[in-house]
C-alpha cells in the first residue's frame, strides 16, 4: 500500500518555501481580522455613542426641548424629535399598541432627507427588542437593514410611551469591509512578494547544501573498488564555514573525501605490494631451487659426477633459501605487532662489534667509529638490532667502491638516541630514493644475485626501528650517503 503523498513539496527549497509563504499568510490573515475587528469594535461604538444621543433627546420632553425659544417655527412632532441627522437615521414610538416609525431618507431631487414611515414588515422587526435593555442593541429590519437602536421610556403628552432611536450600520459594514479586503490584497500582495524573493532568498542559502549533494553523488558514481582513486570531488571552498551548519557538512565532508582518499590509496598500494611481494619473493626462491634441481638432477644423470660437488652447491643454495624465508618471516612477524624482546643493549658495543666485522669482510673500504666517549644504550631487541645495523653496513660494503669511506656514528639526542651509517660513496640514484626502504628494491633492475641481496634488507631496518618506535630515513647525495636510525631512550614499549 503506498502511503507517499505527492501532493507534498518534496525538495527542501519547496518545503521551507512553503512553510515561509504558510506562515505569513497565517500572519497576514491574523493581521486583518485582529486590525478589522478592533476597527470594527471602535466604529460600532462610536456608533452606539450617537444612538444613546439620539434617544436621549428624543425621551425628553419636546415641550422644552422642541425648539429653543429664539427658534421661531412649529415643534418637531415627539417621534420626528429622535431622529438624527444622519441619512438612515431610525425614530420609532409605541404605547402599546403598536410602532410607528419613520427613517431619515434623501428623496430624488431634494438636497437634505427628510422623514419617511418605516414599512409594515420592518416594523414586525422591533417586536424583537428587548424593552426592558437599556444599552445599544442589533435588530434586523426587513427590507431596511441593520440598526442599532436604543430603548427609552417616557411620556408625551402625559402617556406613557416608549421610545426607539437607531443608527444604520450599513456605513460601518462597508468601512470594514473594504478596510478586510485592503487587508487581505496587501497581505496577498506581500505573500506573493514573499514567494518570489524567498525562493531566490532560499536557494542562495541552500546553495552550500546542494554542492554537498552534488559532490557526494559525483563520489558515490565512482569505481571506488578497483584501481589507485587518487583526488575525488570537493565542495568548493566558498561553501565551506564553520559558522553556519551546512559550512561545517561541507566542511565534515570534504575532510572525509580525505581520510577516505588516503586509505583507498593506501589500500590499493598495499595490494600492489602483496603483488610485488609475491612476485619477487617467488622469483628469488624460484632461483635457488632451480641450482638446487639442476645439481641434483646432474648428479642423477651423471654417476661419475663428483657428487660432493654438487651437494656443496645445494648446500649453498639453500642457505640462501633460509637467509631469504628467515627474513620474510621476520618482516611477517614485525608487521604483525608480535612483540620483541625486552633489554639493556649497548648501541657502542654493537656499532663497535659490527664495523670490526664489516672489516673483516670488506678491508678494502675505510671503516670509521665515532662513539661518545660514554656508552649509549637504550631498551629493546639486541639481535635485531644487531642485525639492522649488519644490513646497513652490508649495504653500504656492496654499493660502494673500494676505498669508500663508511662512519658509523651513536648519540644521545634529546628525544632518545641516533645510530647513524654514512659514507663518501656515489649516492643513491634520485629515481631510487623515496622507496630505498621498500621491499625487494635494488640498485638494478637484474635479478641476479651476483650484484647483491633479494632488497629485504633495508626494508627490515625501517621495520626492526618502527617495532622500536623509531624512524630510520635516508639522506643522499653524490660523495655522500647517511642512513639515520633514530630510537627512543630509555624504557619504550616496543612492537604496537
Do not use: C
Amino acid at each position: 500500500m503506498n502511503l507517499a503523498r505527492p501532493h507534498l513539496p518534496v525538495t527542501l527549497t519547496a518545503r521551507l518555501l512553503a512553510i515561509l509563504v504558510t506562515l505569513l499568510a497565517v500572519a497576514g490573515l491574523l493581521v486583518a481580522v485582529s486590525t478589522t475587528l478592533a476597527m470594527r469594535t471602535y466604529l460600532t461604538d462610536r456608533l452606539d455613542s450617537q444612538v444613546l444621543d439620539s434617544v436621549g433627546r428624543a425621551s425628553r420632553d419636546p415641550d422644552d426641548v422642541g425648539q429653543s425659544d429664539d427658534q421661531p417655527g412649529p415643534r418637531r412632532p415627539p417621534l420626528e424629535f429622535g431622529l438624527g441627522d444622519q441619512e438612515g437615521s431610525l425614530a420609532a414610538v409605541t404605547t402599546g399598541s403598536g410602532w410607528t416609525a419613520v427613517t431619515l431618507e434623501v428623496k430624488p431631487g431634494a438636497h437634505r432627507p427628510s422623514p419617511e414611515p418605516l414599512p409594515t414588515k420592518a416594523l414586525r422587526g422591533l417586536d424583537s427588542l428587548d424593552l426592558e435593555e437599556s444599552g445599544v442593541q442589533q435588530v434586523e429590519l426587513d427590507g431596511a437593514g441593520t440598526y442599532r437602536v436604543a430603548v427609552r421610556r417616557g411620556e408625551v403628552q402625559g402617556q406613557p410611551t416608549i421610545l426607539v432611536s437607531g443608527l444604520p450600520t450599513h456605513d460601518l459594514d462597508r468601512t470594514v469591509r473594504r478596510m478586510l479586503l485592503a487587508q487581505l490584497l496587501l497581505t496577498g500582495a506581500a505573500v506573493l512578494a514573499a514567494g518570489v524573493v524567498g525562493q531566490r532568498v532560499v536557494r542562495r542559502t541552500l546553495q552550500p547544501l546542494k554542492a554537498v549533494a552534488t559532490t557526494a553523488h559525483e563520489v558515490a558514481g565512482m569505481q571506488l573498488d578497483t584501481g589507485q582513486v587518487g583526488e575525488t570531488a570537493r565542495v568548493p571552498e566558498e561553501y565551506v564555514d564553520a559558522r553556519t551548519e551546512v559550512g561545517q557538512v561541507a566542511g565534515a565532508l570534504n575532510l572525509l573525501l580525505g581520510h577516505m582518499e588516503g586509505a583507498l590509496d593506501a589500500r590499493h598500494r598495499s595490494e600492489q605490494q602483496v603483488r610485488q611481494f609475491v612476485a619477487d619473493a617467488s622469483h628469488e626462491l624460484r632461483t635457488p631451487l632451480a641450482t638446487i634441481m639442476g645439481y641434483a638432477e646432474l648428479a642423477r644423470r651423471n654417476p661419475e659426477y663428483d657428487g660432493a660437488e654438487a651437494l656443496l652447491k645445494v648446500e649453498a643454495e639453500g642457505v640462501r633459501m633460509r637467509g631469504l624465508v628467515e627474513d620474510l618471516l621476520l618482516l611477517a612477524r614485525l608487521d604483525s605487532g608480535r612483540p620483541l624482546a625486552r633489554e639493556e643493549v649497548d648501541l657502542t658495543l654493537l656499532a663497535l662489534e659490527g664495523v670490526q666485522d664489516a672489516q673483516v669482510l670488506a678491508p678494502d673500504h675505510e671503516w670509521v667509529l665515532d662513539l661518545p666517549d660514554e656508552p649509549v644504550s637504550t631498551i629493546g631487541d639486541g639481535p635485531r638490532l644487531h642485525q639492522g645495523l649488519t644490513n646497513l653496513l652490508t649495504n653500504a660494503r656492496r654499493h660502494t667502491p673500494p676505498g669508500t669511506r663508511v662512519t658509523v656514528s651513536v648519540s644521545r639526542e634529546p628525544t632518545g638516541v641516533r645510530l647513524r651509517v654514512a659514507d663518501n660513496g656515489p649516492g643513491i640514484p634520485e629515481e631510487l630514493r623515496s622507496r630505498v626502504f621498500e621491499r625487494f628494491t635494488r640498485a638494478d633492475a637484474s635479478r641476479t644475485r651476483d650484484s647483491g641481496g633479494a632488497g629485504l634488507g633495508l626494508a627490515l631496518v625501517q621495520a626492526i626501528a618502527a617495532a622500536h618506535g623509531g624512524l630510520a630515513y635516508v639522506e643522499s647525495r653524490p660523495g655522500s650517503t647517511v642512513f639515520t636510525v633514530d630510537l627512543p631512550g630509555g624504557a619504550v614499549s616496543l612492537g604496537t
